[in-house]
């Protein structure tokens, strides 16, 4: 799964060391090289540059920039970097204060305190460009590399936006413009220098499409995306017989095509074809780089003055200039301003078109032949003709037609690597039936935007969320004091406040608090019987700590809940951990791995991760490692997790769990007693304040009668409500009224009531006599078990005597089996027959009760 | 209870709460014969057919397992136009699924969804009891309003039921019992039998009508039906009974007779076992008395064949002039014979290493029934009459 594991990166100084640190033993660098082994590659990242940073979410590298490198004297390289936050990692309330739509590629200068900025310098992925703009000022619509290229407009301190500071903003500036000569310089200067900047784009090219498989596939999917919206608009453009299209274009276009695929087939395994093209595409790349230099910091900068050496870099100005021409469209082009869009959906969709153009282009030239070169100037001419009218396409078609590829698309793509250029050429064909990729936009234009980085995988189903179809009425809202009163009494009316668990509550709090200040891990668990408030006390802990945090009392934390009932498999809770954490869908065995890796190495940015493991006895395994697991990583030093972990039973630790599973756990212990009978009226007139539907003395009553039998609060407020109903039964004829004693007796009765007596009493008369029978053969034989011969001996007997019909076998069989479905008998498997073994399930006490009744 | 049953499904679909409650009753006393009246009337009412109601229903005996109920409620709610060609995944991402279907809506906008689970104590053996712990927590969450109705024969339900997912279900129990006395059998003998005023044929539905009439005053027809409702108040026995009888009726016999009635009892109540005794040949019959003797002998204790071949070997002997003396082999296949007919049972599982002989046995016959079965039997010899009443009747 995860490729930077298996090339193994290698870390070496660029360079001599600047300066060193006597006292400390440190050594500053000015640039490190990042060699990986399996593509023979290496890159160099200078201070100054900004660079990618793993993230807890493979998708989600955090984006900073390199301020300084050094060795400690432990040999460890650090780098001290400046952070830039995505809008993903600003908290959601926060998000309001920015007022306007902010793209994905839109980042925060982070002067939030309290992150780490001395980060490891293995975390490094990549370097990347970072631009400053003015507020104001839009985005820039052409980008080369979305992965690449990001942009700052304002910084963020944790509690506001801020524009940046000119001081900040030249700075930023002058960190792009000096890497953008040095690699101008570099690559006139020394084109086959391995260290070259040159080289490290090829390098960081290569990776960004290989490295972390997360990117890789994204990259992937956008690739599939942008080519889907792009085949569609041509189908729409042929459909529509736009004026721009000549037939010599669309003859172009089919030229095109193969080697479009071929295009693809380097994005798939530029890892596999590197060693046969590596020499190809390194001559390539410059101009390649070149033209996303130009493009990204100077717009305006005129394609011809790109020195044009050779053939190849000759396609590149040609692309360059294509793009050029591109962005002019998009100003001239009226329908942009006319149609109301926002800003992000008509900036993304032209912006997946074109890095996937250059892509091509890079990818498709190494494969033309030196006759062909030609040609394919003219093919990228013909692109850009293309390409104009396409965006006038896209105009017309506008709606969110974004990027969003449909799972049979990639299918199809997949399909057509090994395939022949003609097969390919048909299958690029097939591409332009854009159906199913138009459906899959339409369904959540929104999210999709958003959440673009995210989504890796781009099968619909998996992220469709389900509903239930929404109600054509409205709810009735409740009409009378009884319905209102039964409505708070459900138990799904969350209070206020929680009545009677103040303590607790204090408890749980302090503890995740203290916890959450320190930065440290720590377990706590919670035991009580079922109905006594445990989850209810620990949901309204984490309600008001967020409440807190969002005051900027408390350090911001990530909340997650599990609940081992809703498992399947104890080994699930790392599959739901994983995807609360990061939004990773993986299997259980890689959760567990990632989920350790993530709790064991410190992570710079981390938050304090609150985990609620609720029902915690179900997570117990033969091996109980998911226990073990969960307890471990608190007692890491960099996890930052807290686990509240609930159960019934108060010796769980003692009595499931292993000795060094119940010792991670820790002491930190907290039962809840079951509820007092002064508790639960408490908190049934809570919840009833203000309605006045109880009298006071049935509340005490029904609290009085729980109370007594398990103190389960669920169960008082049931039979509170069902009170309410039998009231407002009974209240029909009469003016409404309020829930007396009566209504709650009978509330009680008719759920604490043995339903075997009744059930007795209603039972037919060979039933009763076949019981008394029963009960005749316990008495002569002195043991509660008999065979239903002997029964039915005794059966006949009391039959003679009763003067009735005497059964026959069969008949005292069909007896025995229907008493046995309703439980009152406890029968063996019915092919023994007459030597069938019965008990009664009741006492012989409750069943002769019944019986002398009549 | 059917007014509370329908007033419990009103408020979910008009209010939106959420509630969870079981129909217990003997089988046969109309459990969903009351949800689906309940669900009729409740199709009536405006408001309730306007808020659609989906109801999965989930019969305990094809779900198995909870894999194939969550299966089948997402296919039931079809939310799997939603999942798409997606094949199903695993059992895991299922519930995931659903839970989070369930979670996304709120009291006031979300369809209210009434779950009915058949045989509901069958869901209570599946595994952990997922299915039904995340169903009552639902219900007594605010989420998606659910109303989870359970129907089941078992009295001692809810001690089946986990501690936690007890605590959630709401305790409201509907307990049917078939409390009718037998004036009321009486009458619904009556109303089954009657023809509809809607009959096609207005005269014959009169004179059956009368017929019928007249045959519940009678008292052989009453005391039949006495017999049956002294054996169970089960409405389906009823059913079983006039089936049979109405089956008698042809064109030559156009109304049900009080005859008709009686026969039909009298088949209904017929011992089985004893009527594969009828059938025997008159060594399997011997064989069958000599096991009755043996049993009376050792009072109930297992027997195996060999110890059954010498008791029949003694009464031959003793009557040799009238009995024809057959091979042991011939014994044995008889023996055989009964062993398949299960009229006797082994004790144990038959293996390979035991000798058939020595194979302990066990005789699946009352000693009433063989002597019942004997009267009835056709051309019995005298003295294999005499020897089965009693084993001493050569003194």
Redesign the interface.
């Known amino acids: 799964m995860n490729t930077r594991q298996q090339s193994k990166l290698i870390y070496s100084w660029y360079g001599k060391p600047l300066g060193s640190d006597r006292k400390l033993r440190t050594s500053q660098y000015k640039g490190i090289l990042i060699t990986s082994e399996s593509s023979k590659t290496e890159t160099c990242i200078q201070l100054g540059d900004f660079i990618l940073v793993e993230g807890t979410n493979a998708d989600q590298p955090y984006v900073a920039q390199l301020v300084d490198l050094y060795e400690d004297g432990a040999q460890h390289k650090r780098a001290v970097v400046q952070w830039f936050c995505r809008l993903e990692e600003i908290p959601q309330n926060k998000r309001k204060l920015l007022k306007r739509e902010i793209s994905a590629q839109e980042v925060f200068f982070d002067q939030v305190l309290g992150y780490d900025t001395d980060i490891a310098a293995e975390t490094i992925i990549k370097s990347i460009m970072v631009i400053p703009l003015h507020l104001g000022e839009e985005l820039p619509v052409i980008t080369l590399n979305k992965e690449q290229t990001f942009y700052v407009k304002q910084s963020w301190d944790g509690k506001c936006f801020k524009v940046l500071s000119p001081d900040t903003f030249s700075k930023l500036k002058e960190a792009n413009k000096t890497r953008g000569v040095i690699t101008n310089s570099s690559k006139a200067s020394i084109p086959s220098d391995i260290l070259t900047p040159v080289k490290k784009e090829t390098e960081s090219v290569v990776r960004s499409a290989t490295k972390p498989k997360k990117i890789d596939m994204e990259i992937e999917s956008k690739h599939s995306s942008s080519k889907s919206s792009l085949s569609k608009e041509r189908h729409s453009q042929r459909v529509a017989n736009n004026d721009i299209k000549t037939p010599t274009a669309r003859k172009k276009l089919e030229l095109n095509s193969p080697t479009r695929s071929k295009g693809r087939l380097l994005g798939y395994e530029v890892l596999g074809l590197l060693d046969d093209v590596c020499d190809a595409i390194a001559p390539l790349e410059p101009s390649a780089t070149k033209r996303k230099v130009k493009f990204t910091s100077d717009i305006l900068g005129s394609p011809p003055k790109i020195p044009c050496s050779n053939d190849k870099s000759k396609s590149t100005s040609q692309s360059a200039e294509h793009c050029q021409t591109f962005s002019d469209t998009i100003q001239l082009s009226p329908y942009t301003k006319v149609k109301d869009f926002s800003d992000k959906d008509k900036n993304l969709p032209e912006k997946d078109n074109i890095p996937s153009l250059g892509g091509y282009q890079c990818n498709q030239s190494p494969v033309l032949t030196p006759r062909s070169r030609r040609t394919c100037v003219q093919k990228t001419s013909a692109l850009i003709a293309e390409q104009i009218s396409m965006l006038d396409q896209e105009d017309f078609l506008s709606d969110s037609d974004s990027s969003y590829s449909s799972s049979s698309e990639e299918e199809e793509d997949d399909d057509d690597v090994p395939c022949t250029p003609e097969k390919k050429t048909k299958s690029s064909r097939i591409f332009s039936t854009p159906k199913s990729s138009r459906k899959s936009a339409v369904h959540t234009p929104a999210k999709t935007l958003r959440k673009t980085p995210l989504k890796g995988t781009p099968?619909?189903?998996?992220n469709?969320?389900?509903?239930?179809?929404?109600?054509?009425?409205?709810?009735?809202e409740?009409a009378s004091v009884l319905?209102e009163a039964?409505?708070r009494l459900?138990?799904?009316?969350?209070p206020e406040s929680l009545p009677c668990r103040e303590e607790e509550f204090q408890d749980i709090y302090n503890f995740v608090e203290s916890k959450l200040i320190d930065g440290t891990g720590g377990c706590m668990y919670i035991s009580g019987?079922?109905?006594t408030g445990k989850t209810a006390t620990v949901h309204e802990v984490i309600r008001c700590l967020q409440q807190a945090a969002e005051n900027d009392e408390l350090p911001p934390f990530q909340f997650v809940e599990i609940n081992g009932?809703?498992?399947?498999?104890p080994h699930?809770a790392y599959?739901?951990i994983l995807e609360f954490l990061t939004g990773q869908k993986v299997t259980a065995t890689h959760a567990a791995v990632l989920l350790a890796k993530l709790f064991s190495t410190p992570g710079p940015k981390r938050k304090t991760t609150v985990l609620i493991v609720d029902?915690l006895d179900?997570l117990w395994t033969r091996k109980q490692n998911v226990m073990y697991n969960l307890f471990d990583w608190p007692t890491q030093r960099h996890s930052k997790l807290i686990i509240l972990a609930i159960a019934?039973t108060m010796d769980l630790p003692e009595r499931i769990m292993m000795n060094r599973v119940a010792s991670r756990l820790g002491l930190t212990r907290m039962s809840f007693q079951p509820y007092t009978y002064k508790q639960l009226q408490q908190i049934v007139s809570s919840r009833l304040k203000g309605v006045k539907a109880f009298e006071e003395d049935a509340v005490q009553l029904v609290s009085r009668k729980v109370a007594a039998l398990s103190g389960?609060a669920?169960?008082c407020l049931?039979?509170c409500?069902?009170a309410t109903?039998i009231c407002e039964?009974a209240r029909q004829k009469r003016t409404p009224e309020m829930v007396r004693m009566a209504h709650v007796t009978e509330a009680i009765d008719?759920?604490f009531s043995s339903?075997?007596v009744?059930?007795i009493r209603?039972?037919?008369?060979?039933?009763q006599i076949f019981l008394k029978a029963i009960l005749a053969e316990f008495r002569r034989a002195g043991v509660e078990e008999a065979t239903v011969?002997q029964i039915?001996h005794h059966h006949?007997a009391l039959c003679r005597m009763e003067g009735?019909?005497s059964?026959?076998?069969?008949?005292t069989m069909?007896?025995c089996s229907?008493l046995g479905?309703?439980?009152?008998l406890l029968v063996e498997a019915s092919n023994?027959?007459?030597?069938m073994r019965v008990r009664l399930?009741l006492s012989q006490d409750d069943v002769m009760y019944a019986l002398r009744e009549e | 209870q059917p007014?509370?049953l329908l007033?419990l499904l009103r408020r979910t679909t008009?209010?939106?709460?959420?509630n969870s409650a079981l129909v217990?009753g003997?089988?046969g006393s109309g459990k969903t014969t009351l949800l689906n009246h309940v669900l009729k009337d409740l199709k009536e009412m405006k408001?309730v057919r306007?808020?659609?109601l989906?109801k999965p229903f989930l019969p305990g005996l094809l779900q198995t397992n909870?894999k194939v109920a969550l299966k089948e409620i997402t296919r039931q709610?079809q939310?799997e136009n939603?999942?798409?060609?997606?094949v199903f995944g695993?059992?895991?991402e299922n519930?995931?699924?659903?839970?989070?279907?369930?979670r996304?809506?709120n009291?006031?906008?979300?369809?209210?969804?009434l779950f009915v689970l058949d045989e509901f104590d069958l869901f209570v053996h599946h595994k952990?009891q997922?299915l039904l712990?995340?169903l009552f927590?639902i219900s007594?969450?605010?989420?998606?309003?659910v109303t989870v109705i359970g129907l089941t024969?078992?009295?001692?339900i809810l001690e089946l039921l986990e501690?936690?997912v007890?605590?959630?279900f709401?305790?409201?129990?509907i307990?049917l019992?078939?409390?009718f006395d037998f004036k009321q059998y009486i009458k619904i003998f009556k109303k089954q039998l009657s023809l509809p005023a809607e009959f096609p044929d207005e005269s014959f539905a009169q004179k059956w009508n009368n017929n019928v009439q007249h045959l519940s005053e009678d008292k052989t027809v009453q005391d039949v039906l006495q017999?049956l409702?002294?054996?169970?108040?089960?409405l389906r026995s009823l059913h079983l009974l006039l089936m049979l009888a109405v089956s008698a009726v042809t064109v030559h016999h156009p109304l049900l007779t009080a005859a008709d009635l009686q026969e039909a009892s009298r088949q209904h109540?017929?011992?089985?076992?004893?009527n594969i005794v009828h059938g025997l040949s008159v060594l399997e019959i011997c064989l069958i008395i000599a096991m009755k003797h043996l049993n009376e002998v050792y009072d109930g204790e297992p027997f195996n064949f060999q110890m059954v071949y010498n008791e029949f070997q003694k009464f031959i002997q003793r009557k040799a002039h009238s009995m024809y003396n057959f091979e042991k082999p011939v014994v044995m296949k008889a023996f055989e014979h009964l062993l398949q007919l299960?009229l006797v049972?082994p004790l144990e599982r038959p293996s390979a290493r035991a000798q058939r002989e020595f194979l302990l046995l066990?005789l699946?016959?009352?000693s009433?029934?063989i002597m019942e079965a004997l009267q009835l039997y056709p051309n019995c010899p005298t003295d294999v009459k005499q020897w089965a009443a009693s084993s001493l009747s050569w003194l």
């Open positions: 099968r619909t189903p998996r469709a969320t389900p509903e239930i179809p929404r109600r054509i009425q409205v709810a009735q409740p319905e039964r409505l459900h138990v799904s009316a969350i019987v079922p109905g009932m809703k498992l399947t498999d699930q599959v739901q029902e179900l019934n389960d669920r169960r049931d039979i409500r069902r109903e039964f008719e759920m339903p075997y009744n059930a209603n039972a037919s008369l060979h039933e011969q039915h006949v009735l019909q059964p026959t076998v069969s008949e069909a007896i229907r479905a309703c439980r009152l023994k027959y007459l030597h399930n | 007014r509370h007033e008009v209010h939106g709460e959420s217990i003997p089988r408001q306007e808020n659609l989906e909870d709610l939310l939603v999942v798409g060609d997606k695993s059992f895991a519930l995931a699924f659903l839970l989070e279907a369930l996304k809506g009291r006031t906008s979300s369809c209210p969804i952990n997922t712990y995340n927590d007594q969450s605010a989420q998606t309003p024969c078992r009295q001692d501690k936690r007890k605590s959630r709401s305790h409201r129990q307990y019992m078939n409390s017999k409702f002294h054996h169970s108040k089960d109540s017929t011992d089985s076992k004893a299960e049972q066990r699946l016959l009352d009433s029934q």
